[in-house]
């Protein structure tokens, strides 16, 4: 196995680190020197594709289109004799079908009707579509002046993708898209990465699994739903370990079985300060594990760490217990990491602009996270308000947001109309 840095090492790479007070950007950072993509990597076939990540660049077998071919149902003809003053009389000598070619001599003063997708008869390079042609019998077309140059409606070989290029680079994601151009090569199978194996938990005494009566003080475990689904979202193959009671042995249990079979752990409960519980003691018995307080909110606690076990080594995410704030760190922080470890190289997509609707009240230190909903005004411009009530175990907030609100660390309180950013749920 390479060797890994201790997260000591990583800290001190970092200019400034304050475990105590550590800003969303510094985890961030962080957490890019602990986490490194994983290097297995299979063959699948193009519809179990979907969701996954090259592992290599895909070159190209054959020219995209693979011959030069029309572009709409017209008349095939060669567009030297063609003038911005005078009408082009031809003769219609055969006719082109897609995948039936037409394979006679055209010559001068001819052409040939041809349907979209059929190729383009030998010596012709312009296609005149059907609707602007005047027919003035079967054998004679008539162009008009004016509207037509040289290789119009006309697709070129290879002009979606040339053989021998990339049509996708490593690290991409397959879309649906990439998945429908990687069949337009005709390959059958694409190499991706394995899929990233995720155990995940929920603690604490007080947690509830669905078919368990309520009692007193004991609420439903929610976080496993959310993280179950934002998992899938990602691609995850998932290994759901339930609720795990606050006792020693049952955790220890639990954090080795995770460590035996998952790349990452995702655990949430039991990591704020004065818990009075045994997860951050097993965290830290059975791995390198650091606990912060993140500069934000919600989220404040996460543990963050590795968990090694024989020659397999997981990265660990203590997420905090609360609903929100197990969103919110997930999507901010484990959903970077993670992508990271499937070898993903793709681009996230920029936060919008939206002009508050609200006066949303913060200070300068911490970075916040605000439930809102996006819509546009009568000028047309992006405002976004808040869903109301921001508490941290709202679940019902990040039902109704349709996007967070960012305010960013430096930041102080946004006043009505000033632009704030959003990221997109
Ligand atoms: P903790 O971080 O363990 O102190 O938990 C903070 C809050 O989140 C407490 O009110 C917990 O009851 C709640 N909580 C912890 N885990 C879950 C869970 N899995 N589902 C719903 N609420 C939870
Ligand atoms: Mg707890």
């Not at 370990?241 to 954090?255: H, S, T, Y």
């Not at 999507?331 to 920029?350: E, I, Y």
């Not at 941290?392 to 907030?397: I, T």
Request: charged share 20%; proline share 5%; hydrophobic share 45%.
């Amino acid at each position: 196995m390479t060797h890994l840095p201790s997260l000591a090492d990583i800290a001190a790479q970092l200019e400034t680190y304050d475990p105590q007070a550590l800003p969303a950007n510094e985890v961030l950072n962080f957490l890019d020197h602990l986490v490194s993509p994983v290097q297995d990597q299979e063959s699948v076939d193009i519809f179990a594709a979907l969701g996954r990540v090259t592992a290599q660049d895909v070159i190209s077998p054959i020219n995209v289109p693979p011959h030069d071919n029309s572009a709409m149902d017209g008349f095939a003809f060669d567009s030297a004799p063609l003038s911005d003053s005078q009408t082009l009389s031809l003769k219609v000598v055969g006719t082109a079908l897609a995948g039936k070619a037409w394979t006679g001599t055209v010559n001068a003063g001819e052409c040939v009707k041809i349907m979209t997708g059929a190729i383009m008869p030998s010596g012709l390079n312009t296609v005149a579509p059907q609707e602007l042609c005047q027919i003035k019998s079967n054998e004679v077309i008539e162009i008009p002046a004016g509207l037509l140059k040289a290789g119009d409606n006309r697709r070129l070989c290879g002009e979606d993708i040339m053989q021998g290029q990339a049509a996708l680079l490593k690290g991409a994601l397959i879309t649906p898209a990439a998945a429908g151009l990687l069949a337009s090569l005709g390959v059958p199978h694409v190499s991706v990465v394995r899929r990233l194996k995720v155990a995940y938990f929920s603690t604490g005494d007080e947690i509830l699994s669905l078919g368990e009566a309520l009692r007193e003080g004991a609420v439903y475990d929610s976080n496993r739903y959310t993280v179950h689904g934002m998992l899938q979202a990602l691609g995850c193959e998932m290994i759901d370990m339930g609720v795990v009671k606050d006792d020693p042995d049952l955790l220890e249990q639990a954090f080795n079985k995770a460590a035996e079979q998952a790349d990452a752990i995702i655990t949430s409960g039991g990591v704020s300060v004065g818990e009075a519980d045994f997860t951050k003691a097993m965290m830290k018995k059975l791995g390198d594990v650091v606990f912060w307080k993140i500069a934000m909110r919600p989220g404040r606690p996460m543990a963050v760490g590795r968990i090694q076990k024989g020659q397999r080594s997981a990265v660990l995410f203590g997420l905090p217990g609360n609903p929100v704030a197990v969103m919110v760190t997930f999507l901010a922080f484990v959903k970077p990491a993670l992508l990271k470890m499937m070898g993903s190289t793709a681009t996230p997509l920029p936060m919008l602009r939206a002009k508050t609707q609200e006066v949303l009240r913060k200070k300068p230190g911490r970075t916040e996270y605000q439930r809102g909903i996006v819509s546009r005004n009568a000028q047309g411009e992006l405002q976004v308000m808040t869903t109301g009530n921001q508490g941290s175990g709202v679940l019902s907030s990040m039902v109704q947001a349709n996007g967070l609100i960012v305010l960013s660390h430096q930041q102080g309180t946004a006043q009505l109309g000033d632009w704030v950013d959003v990221l997109v749920l």
